[in-house]
């Protein structure tokens, strides 16, 4: 993390970070964020894969192929730890 969660996330949005990945969300952290990267063309997903909502416990934001690659490594590493 840079700082933020919307500050992460709006910086997937304008390009200069090609992914992210929040492991503690509070929907009033994250809102703004997602629609930001949803609107730059970007993707926001919970850690499942599923698409990100306000009751979403995790964001991983990017375009399609990196969001995909990062629920796949976190959801390895979760495998991976029990």
């Not at 952290?29 to 997602?34: E, F, M, P, T």
Request: with cysteine; charged share 15%; glycine share 12%.
């Amino acid at each position: 993390m840079f700082g933020s969660a919307a500050f992460d996330l709006a910086c997937v949005a304008d390009g200069s970070t090609d992914g992210c990945v929040i492991l503690s969300n509070n929907p009033w952290d994250i809102a703004a964020g997602a629609v930001i990267v949803r609107e730059s063309g970007g993707v926001v997903y919970d850690s499942d894969g599923s698409a990100h909502n306000s009751s979403s416990r995790h964001t991983i934001a990017g375009n399609d192929l990196t969001a995909k690659e990062l629920v796949a490594l976190v959801g390895q590493a979760h495998a991976e730890a029990g």
